[in-house]
Nanobody
């Protein structure tokens, strides 16, 4: 069982930074693919960044060079550092976890990020 809680969302001006964090309550953190998704109003949920159990990362083209995902095994946390934010980054950001050997997906409740122009 995996429970995810996001934090760190808020309102920021364009060009600013925010740091989101996802806290995972689970005994299997070490085998989880962890990811951040986002969903803007009227749009489909999209993958923003992913980090594997081995700490390999991948990013959506729209955030490459601006966002950085990492994982802290000791704290069972997955931060997402977001720099040079743009109004189009405005969305609800969700933390996602998937065991490497399973198709089961776990989701957090989401945190709102709003970037003003």
């Amino acid at each position: 069982q995996v429970q995810l809680v996001e934090s760190g969302g808020g309102l920021v001006q364009a060009g600013g930074s925010l740091r989101l964090s996802c806290a995972a309550s689970t005994s299997i953190f070490g085998i989880l693919h962890m990811a951040w998704y986002r969903q803007a109003p009227g749009k489909q949920r999209e993958l923003v960044a992913l980090i594997t159990p081995g700490s390999s990362t991948m990013y959506a083209d729209s955030v490459k060079g601006r966002f950085s995902i990492s994982r802290d095994t000791a704290k069972r946390a997955v931060p997402l550092q977001m720099n040079s934010l743009k109004p189009e980054d405005t969305a609800v950001y969700y933390c996602n976890a998937q065991p490497y050997d399973s198709r089961t997906n776990y989701w957090g409740q989401g945190t709102q990020v709003t970037v003003s122009s």
